[in-house]
């Protein structure tokens, strides 16, 4: 559980298009695989964007998106879910997806 996305990956390149940086990338993290939580604080991200796959049904994945630290970053910060199938595989809605995180990024709460 608590997989990111790094380089290399459809969901970096969708990021890149919308003018997204990715913490998880600079810290050298090719295609997909974990990012501490004390890099992502310290990093110190404007926007958040999390996929939520099977939201609905118990999961390490899913229990790490309730971790306090991250719920009160939530709270504080701009936050955007991406379809998990957005960047799992290259659907011409994709390229939607990467037009939502240029939106948020724009607008911030």
């Known amino acids: 559980g608590g997989f990111t996305v790094g380089e290399h990956s459809l ?51 899913n229990a790490v998106l309730a971790h306090p630290a991250l719920a009160s970053m939530s709270a504080r910060h701009e936050t955007t879910n991406v379809r998990a199938a957005y960047w799992a595989c290259g659907l011409p809605a994709s390229l939607d997806s990467s037009a939502e995180l240029e939106q948020a990024a724009a607008h911030p709460q």
């Open 11 to 61: 969901a970096a390149t969708l990021m890149k298009l919308a003018g997204i940086r990715n913490v998880a990338a600079e810290q050298g993290l090719d295609r997909w695989g974990s990012l501490s939580m004390e890099t992502l604080l310290r990093s110190r991200p404007q926007l958040l964007v999390v996929t939520r796959y099977r939201q609905n049904e118990p999961s390490l994945a």
